[in-house]
């Protein structure tokens, strides 16, 4: 999924290099590092827990491209001309780059199905993110500029992960609808016919996806 390969793009790129492009000290730099970080961290364990709670996965992983995104357009738009509002767009970044991780690989695995294929498919996400190595300092070739062309690359990366998110969210919803209409228009003797398997694959109507 995009989403999961665009958010790695700031954890590729050192959050340390942004800070002290900001004009504070090395020493300055990493203690500021400190609070976007734990920011993220809450941001993670609410939307993990958020998303169980309420079943949903799609509007979770949007609304954290959605944070994501306008932490990267006030990077792109205000790096330069004030250093309060650059800090305060890490915290977004981080916080919205960060809660995509769980939520992305657990709608994966909610939507894979039997266990066989929910493996190859999970790692074949991880392996591609992989990749972003290749990309991510690519984009990031400007430091005379402070990273302002890095940084709104990213945030279109991370629009088109939202857009994506709510394109997928709509189709596994109308899979939804769709097997359930399959098996109320199904006799009881062919609900039977469908076996009595513990784990059901993903084509089988009886699977119902996390949305």
Not at 51 to 77: E, K, N, P, Q
Not at 101 to 116: D, E, G, R
Not at 164 to 180: D, G, H, I, Q
Request: hydrophobic share 50%; net charge positive; charged share 15%.
């Amino acid at each position: 999924m995009v989403s999961f390969i665009s958010n790695l793009f700031l954890m590729l790129f050192s959050i340390v290099q942004i800070i002290a492009g900001l004009g504070f000290t090395a020493i300055n730099a990493q203690g500021l590092t400190v609070a976007p970080y734990i920011v993220g961290w809450f941001m993670v364990v609410f939307q993990a827990w958020h998303s169980d709670r309420t079943r949903d996965r799609g509007w979770h992983i949007m609304l954290s491209c959605f944070i994501s995104f306008v932490g990267y357009l006030i990077l792109a738009t205000a790096v330069q001309v004030s250093v309060g509002a650059a800090y305060f767009a890490l915290f977004l970044v981080i916080g919205g780059l960060y809660s995509l991780f769980p939520l992305v690989m657990s709608w994966a695995a909610n939507t894979f199905a039997p266990t066989s294929k929910r493996g190859v498919g999970t790692a074949f996400i991880v392996s591609i993110s992989n990749c972003v190595s290749i990309a991510s300092p690519q984009i990031y070739f400007d430091p005379e500029d402070s990273y302002r062309k890095g940084h709104a690359i990213s945030a279109g990366c991370v629009f088109l992960s939202m857009l994506v998110a709510f394109l997928l969210r709509t189709r596994l919803s109308r899979l939804n609808k769709r097997n359930a209409h399959k098996l109320d228009s199904m006799t009881e003797d062919e609900k039977l016919s469908l076996g009595q398997n513990l784990e059901i694959s993903d084509s089988d109507p009886r699977y119902i996806f996390m949305t």
